[in-house]
Structure formats: C-alpha cells, structure tokens
C-alpha cells in the first residue's frame, strides 16, 4: 500500500512539474506576442534647402525617419497621405528619403502623414509663394533680354527652380527654366504683340510683366517753369527719393559745373541751381527733403555766395566748396573728385555744349572733363593730367575750339581721339555716334532733349538754360543722355543720328517749357522715335 502511495506521489509530483513546465511555456509565448519590435517608425523631419523654404511648385519634399530612440530608421513598406490646404487627400508611394511628382500648387499648410508595418508619424509644413523680379523690359517688335530672380517669402534666393516662362499672349510659347545658383533665369523674346507674359509655377501664376511700346514718350519736366532754380528741383524729383550728398551750383552760368556730371554719378548726387546770393526756397526744401548731410558747393564766392553756406549751415547741412581761381582749375578740381580710370575727356573751357554733350556718358564710364583753352594746355589741367595718368584723351569738338597742333603735341604723350564736327549739333551726333557703335542692340538709352541755349550769348535776355546740366545728372542715374536742341527745328545732323540709332532708345523726355522746345518741335521728335 505505501508503495502504490508513493508511486502515486510521484505520478502527482510529475503531473505538476508538467503543468509547470506547460504554463512557464506558455507564459513566454505569450509574452512574446505582445512585446512591440524594435525598432519601429517614430517621427521624422522634413528636409529643406538651407537657404530656401519650399515653395509653390515645387515637386518633391525629402525628409529622414527616425526611430524611438533617435535613430536613423529604415521604413518597411513605407506609404505617405498629403492633405493640401483645401482639405484633398492623396496617397503617395514614397521612397525612404523623399516623395517626388508633387504638386504643390497652393500657398498655405499641407499636412504629410508617413506609415509603415510598425507605425505611423504626421507633421505640418508650409509651402510659401514666390517672389519674382526681373531686370530688363519687354519692348513691342523689339529683341529684349530679361533676367528674373526668384527668392521665397523670406528673401532668400531659389536656385534649381523650374519655371515656366508663357509668351503665348504676345505670340510666343511656353518655355520652363531652371534657375541658376543665383537664382537666376535669362531669356530673350521678340513680342509679336502686346499683351503680358506670365511667370508659373505648376500653373500657379508667381509674376507677369507686360509688353511696352518700343519707344514711348514722357511727360515734359518743367512744362509750366520759368527758372533754372525750380526746374532742377523738378529733375531732382524724379531721380531721387533720397541723396547723402547733392550738388549746388549758380543759376545764371553753367560754365562753372558744366565738368560736374560725372562727380554727381559717383557720389550718387543731384545737380540743383540756386541765386548767387541767396538759397532758393524751394532749393532747400529739396535739400531736406532727400535727406542730405553734404553739399558740394561748386565755384567762389562769386559764384555761390557765402551767405548761401551760412543758411545751410544753420540747417545741419555741411557745406563742403570745390572751388579753383578760374573754370579751368576748378574743373581740375572736381576731376580729382572723379579719379580716372585711364582716359579722360578734354573739353574747350568755353565749350560749354560740348562738355554737356558728352557728360552723361563720361558719368556712366566714370570719366572725368577737364577744360583746355584752345592752343595749349591750362597749368592746372596739365597738373590734373599728370596726376590722374590717363592713357587716353578724348578731344571734344572740332579744330576750331581745340586746335590740331595742340591735338598733335598731345599725341605725344597720349592716345588722342577727337570727337567733335563743324557745330554744336554735329559734335553731338559725332560723341553719340562714337559711343553707341561699340554698343550692342539689346542695350538701351532712354534720352532727355533740353534747351541747346546753354551760354550768354545764346540768349538776348534773362539767364542761359541750364537744363542740359542737371538733366544730365539724371540721365546719367537712368543710363541715358542729353540731347540739346534748338527751340523750334531739329537739326539735321540729329535726326540722322536719332533715325539710325532708335533702336537703343526705349523713351524719351522733353525737359523745359515750350519757350526752350517747342511742342511742335516735340511731336516731330515722337514721330522720328516711334517704331
């Protein structure tokens, strides 16, 4: 009996154990069917250029999955929904790193939900618009160059951006560019028509610009004024909103600023005209009003008396003269000013239209004016020559004013080139000619025509023009130039030279009231130029 009872214990002592074993068995199985994997999908980031957001249009968005613990992860199966901001959601097959064949097409929050076998992260990001600006026009039956650079809503340039360029609404096509590293984006076009053309981006519109006319015509300046002093305010006005520096310079004789144009381009500088001995009021209200802290008062006391340096003193303006014994030294003067960068245009000291001709293109080359009488150099222009060391010197005007023997001692020293004819007017055409053959068909010059009355003995009374001065400043601002002309014809050496030379002129501006150029004398003008 005892043996059966403990044959039976042990019967029981290994039934137990196999239960045991059966439910520790069990207990592990079970604990490993609710253990998660490891590793599985966390979060992620979405990548972007560090100098561009993303913008409309773009058509792939790049991002890195990370695990729980921080970890580069390796989707399995991966699959992303984009929900735009009207709500639409779309199914994507993305790659690991990046979903591309997008269609960003509006401005505003996008939500991107990325799921694979182990789990599942979403994340807002925004899609912003896209500035564009451009550099050049789009002038009618004309071949123009246009650049456009494109930068997001915080300013920062977009490079390797397509966009679409769509010329058909002036009888081109569509073409698609990708932008430089720049930003950039260079095309050219003859428009057929006017019209617009428009910049997209996935069919979202980011810019336009319109056809213009080729050459189309301003508004006169100083239409309804009788004085040099108010006209310049009104030129001033409409190159400058503001200055550090301007220039000033007496109302009844431009010979002492007639060098002044190039100074004016360089330091960024209007050219005013005042009273001798008094600021014109409404000269200094133009003064304050850009905001000037020097002004380059040119000429003695005689010129601009010392009563005028006073006002402006009282008014916190610096007064700073430019001033020599005669026009030749203070042409000297300003030329030091300039600098040279290896030529310099040599004028007649009482060539006051030849000087002015040439000083708006001097002032884009930075090319200073100096002042010669006509058989020999003056002390202080041969002094200035000696300092600025040009290599080359341009003679402005014809024999008459600036001899060939004085031409042929200066080639010895320089590479001399004269510019000048029989006249005033065919010394413009000759120094407008000269410059615009070594220049190409896509560059353009708006041009100014003022009064070509410009000395006292062009005038029988009153004060000479000084218009072709300080529009000079201004052309020189808007890379054109001056034309003067007489009050009521166009001389015949400018209307061959505007015939053949329109192509670079995409607008011009009659500056002085109909006493100076005739409206006559104007439409003529528009006649000539329209193309």
């Known amino acids: ?7 039976r214990s042990r019967i029981f002592v290994a039934l137990a154990l196999m239960i045991v074993l059966l439910l520790g068995t069990s207990s592990v199985v079970l604990a490993e069917e609710v253990t998660p994997p490891s590793p599985y999908l966390d979060w992620f980031d979405i990548i972007t250029d560090s100098n561009s957001s993303i913008v409309v249009g773009d058509s792939t968005i790049s991002y890195q999955i990370y695990d729980q613990n921080g970890d580069l992860y390796s989707p399995k199966g991966l699959e992303a929904w984009i929900t735009d901001p009207s709500g639409n959601v779309v199914r994507y097959s993305p790659s690991s790193t990046s979903i591309s064949n ?4 509006q401005v505003g929050t996008y939500t991107l939900e990325l799921r694979d076998s182990t789990g599942y992260s979403s994340r807002d990001f925004e899609v912003g618009d896209v500035q564009v600006s451009t550099t050049g026009k789009l002038s009618l039956n004309y071949k123009s160059t246009v650049t456009l650079k494109l930068k997001d809503s915080d300013g920062d340039i977009l490079p390797r951006r397509t966009i679409t360029v769509d010329a058909t609404d002036i009888g081109g096509q569509a073409t698609s560019y990708t932008t430089l590293y720049d930003g950039t984006v260079t095309f050219t076009l003859t428009p057929a028509s006017m019209g617009k053309v428009t910049f997209t981006r996935s069919g979202h519109v980011v810019g336009s610009l319109e056809v213009t006319p080729a050459y189309s015509s301003s508004n006169r300046i100083g239409d309804n004024t009788s004085d040099n002093a108010t006209r310049s305010v009104l030129v ?23 060098v002044a144009v190039p100074m004016s381009k360089k330091y960024d500088a209007p050219i005013l005209m005042t009273p001798t001995d008094q600021l014109n009021p409404s000269v200094l209200n133009e003064i304050q009003r850009l905001g000037a802290k020097t002004v380059f008062i040119i000429g003695g006391e005689g010129a601009i008396s010392s009563s005028v340096e006073d006002q402006l003193k009282a008014y916190g303006i610096y007064p700073n003269r430019i001033a020599g014994t005669d026009r030749y030294e203070t042409a000297a003067k300003i030329a030091y000013w300039v600098g040279s960068p290896g030529t310099v245009y040599l004028a007649y000291g009482y060539g006051e239209p030849d000087a002015l001709a040439a000083s708006a293109l001097a002032a884009e080359q930075g090319i200073p004016i ?3 009488d006509t058989d020999a150099l003056p002390e202080s222009t041969k002094n200035e020559l000696a300092s600025l060391a040009p290599r080359n010197l341009k003679l402005l005007g014809g024999t008459g004013v600036i001899s060939a023997e004085q031409e042929q001692s200066l080639a010895n020293s320089y ?16 120094i407008f000619q000269n410059f615009f053959s070594k220049q190409k068909a896509v560059n353009s010059f708006p041009v100014y025509f003022t009064s070509a009355y410009v000395t006292e003995s062009d005038v029988s009374s009153g004060k000479p023009y000084g218009d072709a001065l300080f529009t000079a400043a201004l052309a020189a601002k808007k890379s054109g130039f001056v034309i003067t002309l007489p009050p009521n014809e166009i001389p015949s050496s400018i209307s061959t030279f505007l015939l053949y030379n329109k192509v670079y002129i995409p607008s011009g501006t009659v500056v002085g009231n109909s006493t100076e150029i005739s409206y006559q004398v104007e439409a003529k003008l528009n006649q000539l130029l329209a193309r």
């Open 1 to 7: 009996m005892e043996k059966r009872t403990q044959g």
């Open 370 to 372: 100096l002042l010669t």
């Open 415 to 430: 590479v001399v080139e004269r510019w000048g004819g029989a006249d005033r007017y065919v010394t413009e055409q000759v």
């Open 102 to 105: 997008l269609n960003l097409d």
């Open 236 to 258: 001033s006005q409409q190159g400058w909103s503001s200055s550090q520096y301007v220039i000033l310079t007496r109302d009844d004789v431009v010979s002492d600023a007639m």
